[in-house]
């Protein structure tokens, strides 16, 4: 099982994660791992980086923020962190915590993130199913006026992770940093234009955990090399088209005609 083949739901994702916890790793621990993927990815990803401005939401993905707002504190950045939602779950509110007695900066209101020279979407993630409340929904669109750089944690704010929909408005990416496994929605067209360039984020997630909970996945990417391995076609140097056997194809009508020529060309 290639974990970078697997696209997952929210829910799967979700089933992942608890076998995992409920074998010993502390919530706290793979948090840490992914601020801290997230960090080395966006330093190395953004050379040069002076002013971030981070947007914490309430949940895990808000957690997973501040951890990165609070490495790129230590390591000497302005950071400033902007908190639109409360109450925090707990785990975020020790993150907040710990990261403002460390002299990390939280600032009021959003207007003072818009001279960033990058800003780090953690409003919401997997977990989000419903349409952004009002003043949430405001917030996204005037930072998509600004036209800042913007990376988003594991999906841009706004965006259902299985279907790709978005939730009233959407956080508008350069980047999308996905956390562990593929999300189903970041492959749907309708989602394509608010992710800029995807990349995934290997977590270490266990095997064993994997194959517990996705026994036989329904779906997977066709990577590169996956493409490949099946190439070239086992034939004899000598075949030809009448004697690698024939395929009837039943497809289209006499005004569209483009699914069967594609099916005969390939």
Request: some cysteine; aromatic content about 6%; overall charge neutral.
């Amino acid at each position: 099982m290639n974990p970078d083949r697997l696209l997952v739901t929210a829910a799967q994702m979700q089933a992942v994660e608890d076998w995992t916890f409920n074998r010993g790793l502390p919530v706290a621990g793979l948090m840490e791992r992914a601020g801290l993927r997230l960090t080395e990815t966006i330093l190395d990803t953004y050379p040069g980086l002076d002013r971030v401005g981070v947007l914490v939401g309430p949940g895990h993905n808000g957690a997973d923020a501040l951890v990165v707002a609070r490495e790129l504190h230590l390591l000497g950045l302005t950071v400033q962190v902007f908190v639109p939602v409360n109450p925090l779950k707990p785990l975020t509110q020790d993150h907040l915590r710990y990261y403002q007695a460390i002299g990390g900066r939280v600032v009021p209101e959003v207007q003072e993130l818009r001279a960033s020279s990058l800003l780090v979407d953690g409003l919401f993630g997997s977990g989000l199913t419903r349409a952004l409340a009002p003043e949430l929904a405001q917030l996204v669109d005037t930072i998509n006026h600004w036209g800042l750089r913007v990376v988003s944690l594991d999906l841009p704010s706004g965006l259902e992770s299985d279907t790709g929909a978005v939730l009233g408005t959407a956080i508008r990416a350069e980047r999308t940093f996905c956390l562990g496994l593929w999300k189903q929605g970041l492959f749907e067209d309708r989602a394509l234009e608010y992710c800029g360039t995807v990349t995934r984020l290997d977590l270490g997630l266990p095997m064993a955990a994997l194959q517990a909970v996705l026994p036989e996945p329904q779906t997977q990417r066709i990577t590169p090399d996956f493409a490949r391995a099946g190439l070239p076609l086992n034939r004899p140097l000598a075949a030809h088209k009448y004697t690698v056997g024939r395929l009837l194809v039943v497809a289209g009508s006499r005004q569209f005609t483009g699914a069967a020529l594609l099916t005969g060309l390939g």
